[in-house]
């Protein structure tokens, strides 16, 4: 009573997705105890088991849960057993529909190297430096990947077209997420785009400075994506927050996730216009672990924090969270995927002990 409650509507899905959402759902009841909140959970199905217990991937009766909900925590979807079926059957059909259904339109993937882990990470100490906590804030509803496209002939020749429009209002508001993100984080925005030579991307830059003035107190430039690229692998802790466009995003987180170490590491959130964000680890649904108490829970449970941050504004709750994440990895506990030879047998944990851990550092 007088508690806030949120309903979170739970998607655990396939493969190892009950055995690491299991895990994150005790992390938020034990934050909502410590920070005095209640997380209530509403389990519904997506992906191979709604196939498998109604026909279809998304049921309507699940996207009308997440839309009454304050934010959906999912695990992943998918699995050998339906590779067979036509594309818009599939398991993973399930996820376009609720990014399109929820309408989130920003996909925030942070890449952060936890120092415990630093081991892990292909560059040079040197390089990285003081280290790299990179959050980038990629357009995902736009661009190149929703452009007009088509086949044609020039010349004679067939040909293949793809186009690359951006409107105001979609630049204006994936450039705000941005610039609110870096006000929790270290206050610097770097828009990357390529203006010397797409005029979509001359747009986007005009209005990626026009919003910044709304944020005097963030730090706000620009890159070209090829120097992005470069710099990434050059000075990853130049960069704090990077915004950029759905194709160029895509590419950019990838090359980040690389620099941090094991997929079972990497979370990630989906958000729209409202309080009502997805959240979820990166990775996919690990058929080759499944069932077997091996997979990371951290992923998900470091995507749990980004939900506390994000979309139920419990800023401290979230803090807490990565902290007994960052601990539980000094104090030396790994799952397999990230132990390496000099880890001590009894250090390595099943995924139920590695949220035991974090748990109990929380
Ligand atoms: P995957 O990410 O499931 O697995 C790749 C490799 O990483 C595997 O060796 C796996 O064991 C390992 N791995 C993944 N997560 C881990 C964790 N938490 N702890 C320890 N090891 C972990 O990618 P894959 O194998 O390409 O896809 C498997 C299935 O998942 C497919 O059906 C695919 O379509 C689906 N998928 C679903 C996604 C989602 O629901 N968002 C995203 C990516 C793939
Ligand atoms: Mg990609």
Redesign the pocket.
Known sequence: IGRTTYHIAVIK?????PE?VTEAMKILHLAGEKFGFLCQFHEVLA?GCAIEATGQALPEETLEACLASDSVL???????Q??TLPGEKR??RA?LGLRSGLDLFTNLRPAYLQPALAHACPLKPEIVGEGMDILIVRELTGGIYFGKRGRTKVNGAPAAFDTECYSVPEIQRICRVAFESARKRRGHVTSVDKANVLESSRLWRTVFHEIAREYPDVTADDMFIDNAAMQLVHNPAQFDVIVTTNMFGDILSDEASMLTG???MLPSASLGATRLGMY??????????AGKG???????IASAAMMLRYSLDQPAAADAVDRAIAAALADGWR???IADASTPEEKILSTVQMGEAVASLL
């Open positions: 899905g396939d493969g190892i997705g690491i992906g999912l695990g992943a979807v998918g699995g050998p339906w590779d398991p993973e996820l094991s997929i079972g979820e680890p990166v990775h996919g649904s690990a058929p080759d672990i091996l997979a990371n829970p951290l992923a998900t799952t397999a995927d």
